[in-house]
């Protein structure tokens, strides 16, 4: 059973840092592709960053460019996401998303809006107050 679980969301002040963790459990391939997500309040739904999980290629949508930054500890099967410079627009729910059924992360992972992967956790809320 695939299990993705978020943790790391909070509070912070405009102009600060979070890390965001997805420990990923059930998925035994060594070639998918994860991402981060998030969906603000009444937005729809847009990719932040990706990684290949086999070649740690990144991909991210240009808002957060040069702020995040998304890796993975390949021992730990964690994903994370560095986030710095936080603007109030960056406040949503982040959700951590793989699948298996893409070898790569296509470029619509982060372009797209409400791009469906195959596997999804339940969310971490971030808050950015001005």
């Known amino acids: 059973q695939v299990q993705l679980v978020e943790s790391g969301g909070g509070s912070v002040q405009a102009g600060g840092s979070l890390r965001l963790s997805c420990a990923v459990a059930?998925?035994?391939?060594?070639?998918?592709?994860m991402a981060w997500f998030r969906q603000a309040a009444g937005k729809e739904r847009e990719g932040v960053a990706s990684?290949?999980?086999?070649?740690?290629?990144?991909k991210y949508t240009n808002s957060v460019k040069g702020r995040f930054t998304i890796s993975q500890d390949k021992v730990k099967n964690t994903l994370y996401l560095q986030m710095n410079s936080l603007t109030v627009e960056d406040s949503g729910m982040y959700y951590c998303?793989?699948?298996?059924?893409?070898?790569?992360?296509?470029?619509?992972?982060?372009?797209?809006?409400?791009?469906?992967?195959?596997?999804w956790g339940k969310g971490t809320l971030v808050t950015i107050s001005p």
């Open positions: 998303a793989a699948d298996t059924s893409l070898w790569t992360c296509p470029p619509q992972v982060v372009t797209e809006l409400n791009y469906g992967m195959r596997y």
């Open positions: 990684i290949d999980k086999f070649s740690d290629v990144t």
């Open positions: 059930g998925i035994y391939y060594s070639r998918y592709c």
